[in-house]
């Protein structure tokens, strides 16, 4: 795959769409191979292809960063926190999975509670949704989380005062993440894997027409 040829569009919405829940990659792949880009072009390529494949060592390394910047502000780590899982919640994939999670747990304590928490039915015509499939946490729609955790995470952040923190914390933490994908020479395993996801992504769409 040309990364080169990906717009930053087609990322972003790659990482919204793409599954979350795998491990992150080993810290002796993360820090090996590091070389300079030859061309704006292979730098535009490898960045993007970095992006995607440590996307989880990125997220997790700028959390320990801004924890580490909040060490001192209890409410401001909460908010992080909070702030995290907001983010993750517009990911496709982790939406739904952590929505299943709760409800099973519900389940265990009020079954008639956690069958209300199940989204509503989409209309199928002729074998394909009549529209989009709309993601749903709990039995409500995802921008309701979203826009509930924006509201308390920001009162949290200006209550904690941490706002000048974290804009620093966040932008070493965007830095440091600029600088490895930048520098991090793309290997065989990294591309084998992109090309694995492609084609499990293409199947899937695939087997719902």
């Known amino acids: 795959m040309d990364w080169g040829n990906v717009s930053t569009e087609d990322l972003i919405e790659a990482l919204r769409e793409v599954e979350w829940s795998s491990p992150p990659r ?3 792949e993360f820090f090996s191979r590091f070389t300079f880009p030859r061309s704006y072009s292979k730098w535009n390529s ?3 292809c970095n992006l995607y494949y440590y996307r989880t060592n ?3 390394m700028i959390v320990a960063i801004l924890a580490l910047g909040l060490l001192r502000r ?3 780590i909460v908010a992080a926190l909070l702030t995290a899982l907001n983010i993750a919640f517009l990911n496709d994939s982790f939406a739904g999975t952590f929505s299943e999670k709760v409800t099973r747990t519900v389940r265990q304590f009020s079954p008639h509670l956690a069958a209300k928490m199940r989204p509503a039915l989409t209309p199928v015509i002729r074998g394909r949704p009549s529209t989009k499939r709309a993601i749903f946490i709990c039995g409500r729609p995802r921008w309701i ?3 509930v955790f924006s509201i308390v995470s920001f009162f949290l952040w200006f209550v ?3 706002l000048l923190t974290v804009f620093w914390a ?3 933490g965007l830095l440091a993440t600029l ?3 930048s520098f991090r020479s793309p290997n065989l395993k990294a591309r084998l894997n992109t090309f694995r996801e492609e084609f499990r992504a293409v199947w899937r769409n695939y087997s719902e027409l």
Do not use: Q
């Open 26 to 28: 080993p810290l002796s």
């Open 46 to 48: 490898r960045l993007k």
């Open 58 to 60: 990125y997220f997790i």
């Open 74 to 76: 209890p409410l401001a």
């Open 145 to 147: 989380f979203v826009f």
């Open 160 to 162: 904690s005062c941490g």
């Open 170 to 172: 966040f932008g070493i």
């Open 179 to 181: 600088a490895h994908a």
